[in-house]
């Protein structure tokens, strides 16, 4: 149940409208923060168990862009959904 659920929120995510076209656009979006992110976070494990220490003003500037960058992306979505034509209805 959970996983169909998630698979659906991604479908969703990333189709157009029609629920059947992909958008090359929001794919590579979500590439780029999925991959980014997660190697952001082990970069900052990777410093911290080889020096010992934490940045904490350097790790909440990346991580505050990670965020930003996320959070355009989501609004890139957001306003290209609004923009799209709109589905056919099923009858």
Do not use: Q
Request: hydrophobic share 45%.
């Amino acid at each position: 149940m959970p996983l169909t659920i998630l698979t659906k929120c991604l479908k969703d995510c990333l189709t157009e409208n029609d629920g059947a076209s992909y958008c090359p656009f929001r794919i590579a979006g979500m590439a780029l923060a999925g991959s980014g992110i997660p190697t952001f976070i082990w970069g900052a494990v990777h410093t911290v168990l080889m020096t010992g220490a934490l940045d904490y003003v350097a790790f909440a500037t990346g991580f505050g862009g990670m965020l930003t960058g996320l959070t355009v992306l989501c609004a890139g979505i957001a306003l290209k959904a609004k923009t799209d034509t709109p589905a056919p209805e099923n009858e």
